[in-house]
């Protein structure tokens, strides 16, 4: 399935027999991009920016990979004529992946690839087929609720809106802070749809009250979960190279809270996580290298989350 060349996430060494514990996958996927391009070239530019992240997490007793099997998959590609057909290839891709036996980390690629993503682990034995079990956990500058986007409905801004209508139970949006009226109305009229908006979480008039009441959420949620982890979520400071940055967002280590309390609520089980939109820019690795820190906290959380499973 994979080549032996492919450089590996965190520069570890690794297998190249399954079984493994934790795959990372690889979709630079680009066809909708509406402002900067460059998501293309953004999980080769994160895994190489991985090699320079540190191994060490303070909540795992030893240094990543802390005793448990990575694999880094060939990353996709397609020769389909279509933005439809490229779609479905992405599915056919994830697919083999998503059936429980490892905890998959997409690094993508524009947001666009997240519904194929949906209809991969839908056949996860967790959800047997019905996506209406699945929470997205959703942190993101935008909304992404539009109907379509340029006339096209699989857009990159489009793309919760499309994962709704495939079936996904619900979403816990984090960090909105840019979309149009026609999300608004659609935000007030779902009940499928929780907005924690930046103002409400990061407004220093409300003493940080918006965040406790944020991370208190966090902690009550259930069932099966899928993290999407957009990094123009993040201030726009620290993704400068991401398609569209917007100032406003999660400092990193609200990121870092936020990772950490989802894997450790026991009434949770998180099925996967993709950290897209990634990008580069002449003159900094800021972007790929903030998101590779990203991917690597949620590695290191679901290490920590089963390692408290099997302790208790």
């Known amino acids: 399935m994979d080549g032996e060349t492919t450089p590996t996430f965190l ?7 399954a079984p493994w514990d934790v ?21 080769a530019a994160c895994i190489e920016a991985s090699s320079q992240v540190e191994l060490f997490d303070p909540i795992l007793p030893s240094e990543l990979p802390c005793g448990i099997r990575i694999h880094t998959t060939t990353p996709w590609s ?10 479905d290839s992405i599915r056919d891709y994830a697919e083999p992946w998503m059936n429980g036996e490892q905890f998959p980390i997409v690094l ?6 997240l519904p194929p993503l949906m209809a991969a682990v839908s056949n996860h034995p967790e959800l047997n087929g019905d996506l209406s079990k699945l929470t997205l956990v959703q942190i993101d500058a935008h909304a ?33 802070r840019a979309y149009c009226e026609e999300e608004s109305e659609f935000i007030d009229s779902d009940d499928r749809i929780e907005t924690w908006f930046a103002k409400d979480l990061f407004s220093i008039a409300n003493n940080n009250a918006g965040w406790k009441k944020l991370i208190q959420r966090i902690c009550e949620i259930e069932g099966a979960i899928w993290l999407t982890f957009d990094i123009d979520g993040l201030d726009g400071s620290l993704v400068p190279a991401t398609g569209t940055p917007v100032p406003g967002g999660l400092a990193h280590w609200g990121a870092v ?35 590779a820190l990203v991917a690597t906290k949620i590695l290191a959380a679901h290490i920590a989350a089963n390692l408290a499973q099997i302790g208790e």
């Open 11 to 17: 520069g570890l060494e690794e297998s190249k027999f």
């Open 23 to 43: 795959v990372f996958l690889q979709i630079p996927f680009e066809m909708t991009t509406s402002y900067r391009e460059g998501t293309e070239f953004g999980p």
């Open 78 to 87: 397609s020769e389909s004529p279509t933005l439809l057909d490229s779609l």
């Open 108 to 113: 993508g690629g524009e947001h666009g690839i």
């Open 144 to 176: 992404d609720l539009r109907d379509e986007l340029n006339e096209e409905r699989f857009s990159h801004g489009t793309a919760i809106r499309r994962s709704l209508d495939a079936g996904v139970g619900k979403v816990i949006q984090i960090g909105v």
């Open 257 to 291: 809270e936020i990772i950490e309390k989802l894997f450790s609520n026991n009434s949770v089980n998180v099925l996967g996580a993709d950290v897209n939109e990634i990008s580069t820019s002449e003159g900094t690795n800021l972007t790929e290298f903030s998101a």
